[in-house]
Protein backbone atom coordinates (compact mmCIF):
# COMPACT_ATOMS: atom_id res chain seq x y z
CA UNK A 1 0.00 0.00 0.00
CA UNK A 2 1.23 3.33 -0.38
CA UNK A 3 1.89 5.33 2.40
CA UNK A 4 2.91 8.37 1.55
CA UNK A 5 -0.09 10.74 2.64
CA UNK A 6 1.14 14.31 1.95
CA UNK A 7 1.49 13.17 -1.61
CA UNK A 8 -1.78 11.82 -2.20
CA UNK A 9 -3.82 14.73 0.24
CA UNK A 10 -1.46 17.53 -0.29
CA UNK A 11 -0.82 19.86 2.48
CA UNK A 12 -3.20 19.76 5.44
CA UNK A 13 -6.23 22.25 5.08
CA UNK A 14 -6.62 22.59 9.32
CA UNK A 15 -6.94 21.26 12.44
CA UNK A 16 -9.67 19.15 13.69
CA UNK A 17 -9.86 18.65 17.49
CA UNK A 18 -10.32 14.86 17.94
CA UNK A 19 -10.46 12.85 21.21
CA UNK A 20 -10.77 9.17 21.55
CA UNK A 21 -7.75 8.11 19.31
CA UNK A 22 -5.04 5.58 19.29
CA UNK A 23 -1.87 7.52 19.88
CA UNK A 24 1.11 6.73 17.26
CA UNK A 25 -1.50 6.09 14.52
CA UNK A 26 -2.56 8.34 11.33
CA UNK A 27 -5.94 9.64 10.99
CA UNK A 28 -7.88 12.06 8.60
CA UNK A 29 -11.12 13.59 8.14
CA UNK A 30 -13.48 13.37 5.50
CA UNK A 31 -16.04 14.92 4.07
CA UNK A 32 -18.89 12.57 2.79
CA UNK A 33 -21.48 13.47 0.27
CA UNK A 34 -23.98 11.26 -1.02
CA UNK A 35 -27.01 8.85 0.83
CA UNK A 36 -25.37 5.77 -0.19
CA UNK A 37 -24.23 5.04 3.71
CA UNK A 38 -27.97 6.95 5.25
CA UNK A 39 -30.68 4.15 6.40
CA UNK A 40 -33.07 4.77 8.90
CA UNK A 41 -30.38 4.02 11.93
CA UNK A 42 -28.26 6.02 14.30
CA UNK A 43 -25.41 4.28 13.03
CA UNK A 44 -25.43 5.48 9.62
CA UNK A 45 -23.10 8.21 8.22
CA UNK A 46 -25.28 11.12 6.31
CA UNK A 47 -24.33 13.28 4.22
CA UNK A 48 -22.91 16.93 5.01
CA UNK A 49 -20.92 14.72 7.53
CA UNK A 50 -17.37 14.43 8.60
CA UNK A 51 -16.26 10.87 9.01
CA UNK A 52 -12.94 10.26 10.82
CA UNK A 53 -10.69 7.44 9.70
CA UNK A 54 -7.53 5.60 11.18
CA UNK A 55 -5.23 4.35 8.52
CA UNK A 56 -4.80 0.82 8.16
CA UNK A 57 -1.97 -1.01 7.36
CA UNK A 58 -3.11 -3.51 4.85
CA UNK A 59 0.08 -5.83 2.60
CA UNK A 60 -2.42 -8.29 1.49
CA UNK A 61 -6.28 -8.81 0.74
CA UNK A 62 -6.60 -11.25 3.21
CA UNK A 63 -6.14 -8.63 6.06
CA UNK A 64 -9.06 -6.80 4.73
CA UNK A 65 -11.26 -9.80 6.61
CA UNK A 66 -10.53 -8.12 10.38
CA UNK A 67 -12.51 -5.18 8.73
CA UNK A 68 -15.40 -6.19 6.63
CA UNK A 69 -18.96 -5.33 7.53
CA UNK A 70 -17.32 -2.16 9.17
CA UNK A 71 -17.93 1.41 7.32
CA UNK A 72 -14.34 1.70 5.35
CA UNK A 73 -12.56 4.87 3.14
CA UNK A 74 -10.97 3.00 0.37
CA UNK A 75 -9.00 5.11 -1.85
CA UNK A 76 -7.15 4.33 -4.99
CA UNK A 77 -6.75 4.66 -8.72
CA UNK A 78 -8.91 3.16 -11.20
CA UNK A 79 -7.79 0.96 -13.99
CA UNK A 80 -7.11 4.15 -15.86
CA UNK A 81 -5.42 5.64 -13.58
CA UNK A 82 -7.99 7.74 -12.00
CA UNK A 83 -7.81 8.28 -8.11
CA UNK A 84 -11.07 7.35 -6.00
CA UNK A 85 -12.31 7.53 -2.80
CA UNK A 86 -15.44 5.63 -1.09
CA UNK A 87 -17.69 5.48 2.22
CA UNK A 88 -18.83 1.85 2.22
CA UNK A 89 -18.35 -1.65 3.81
CA UNK A 90 -16.40 -4.73 2.60
CA UNK A 91 -18.97 -7.48 2.15
CA UNK A 92 -16.61 -10.64 0.24
CA UNK A 93 -13.45 -10.87 -0.65
CA UNK A 94 -12.58 -12.60 -3.68
CA UNK A 95 -8.63 -13.37 -3.28
CA UNK A 96 -8.45 -15.78 -5.76
CA UNK A 97 -8.92 -15.34 -9.98
CA UNK A 98 -8.50 -11.80 -10.12
CA UNK A 99 -8.45 -10.33 -6.26
CA UNK A 100 -10.90 -8.18 -5.51
CA UNK A 101 -13.36 -6.89 -2.23
CA UNK A 102 -17.08 -6.14 -3.21
CA UNK A 103 -18.45 -2.57 -1.47
CA UNK A 104 -21.62 -2.29 0.02
CA UNK A 105 -23.54 0.70 1.00
CA UNK A 106 -26.22 0.57 3.64
CA UNK A 107 -28.37 1.78 1.47
CA UNK A 108 -30.24 -0.74 -0.72
CA UNK A 109 -30.84 1.80 -3.26
CA UNK A 110 -27.29 2.08 -4.21
CA UNK A 111 -25.48 -1.32 -6.16
CA UNK A 112 -22.89 -2.80 -4.77
CA UNK A 113 -19.64 -2.99 -6.72
CA UNK A 114 -16.28 -4.57 -6.76
CA UNK A 115 -12.76 -2.74 -6.69
CA UNK A 116 -9.45 -4.97 -7.74
CA UNK A 117 -6.85 -4.90 -4.77
CA UNK A 118 -4.54 -3.81 -7.12
CA UNK A 119 -6.45 -0.44 -7.09
CA UNK A 120 -6.59 0.23 -3.69
CA UNK A 121 -4.19 2.26 -1.81
CA UNK A 122 -5.56 3.24 1.19
CA UNK A 123 -7.96 2.17 3.60
CA UNK A 124 -9.20 3.65 6.26
CA UNK A 125 -11.56 2.45 9.29
CA UNK A 126 -14.39 4.73 9.89
CA UNK A 127 -13.73 5.41 13.55
CA UNK A 128 -16.03 8.80 14.31
CA UNK A 129 -18.36 10.94 12.58
CA UNK A 130 -19.45 14.93 13.08
CA UNK A 131 -22.53 15.97 12.20
CA UNK A 132 -23.92 19.89 12.06
CA UNK A 133 -26.42 20.86 14.35
CA UNK A 134 -27.10 24.13 13.96
CA UNK A 135 -23.64 25.78 14.09
CA UNK A 136 -22.10 23.28 16.06
CA UNK A 137 -20.76 19.77 15.52
CA UNK A 138 -21.34 16.57 17.29
CA UNK A 139 -18.91 14.06 17.01
CA UNK A 140 -20.12 10.40 17.98
CA UNK A 141 -18.24 6.87 17.77
CA UNK A 142 -19.37 4.54 14.21
CA UNK A 143 -20.49 1.26 14.68
CA UNK A 144 -22.26 -0.68 11.70
CA UNK A 145 -25.78 -1.00 12.29
CA UNK A 146 -27.26 -3.83 13.96
CA UNK A 147 -28.78 -5.63 10.77
CA UNK A 148 -25.08 -5.01 8.70
CA UNK A 149 -22.89 -7.23 10.72
CA UNK A 150 -22.16 -10.45 9.69
CA UNK A 151 -23.82 -10.93 6.97
CA UNK A 152 -23.03 -11.81 3.80
Known amino acids: MN???KQIFGASIGVIPTDNIKPGQVYGWFPCTGDSMTIDAPECIPDGCMALGRLLDIE???ELSDYMHQPVI???KTMAGMPFSVLKTITFINAFNWGSVRLTSYNKRHR????PFDCITEVFLVEQKR???GKTWITTPVKS???????I
Open 74 to 76: IQG
Open 131 to 133: IRK
Open 112 to 115: DFWV
Open 60 to 62: NIY
Open 3 to 5: NNL
Open 145 to 151: PEQYRNV
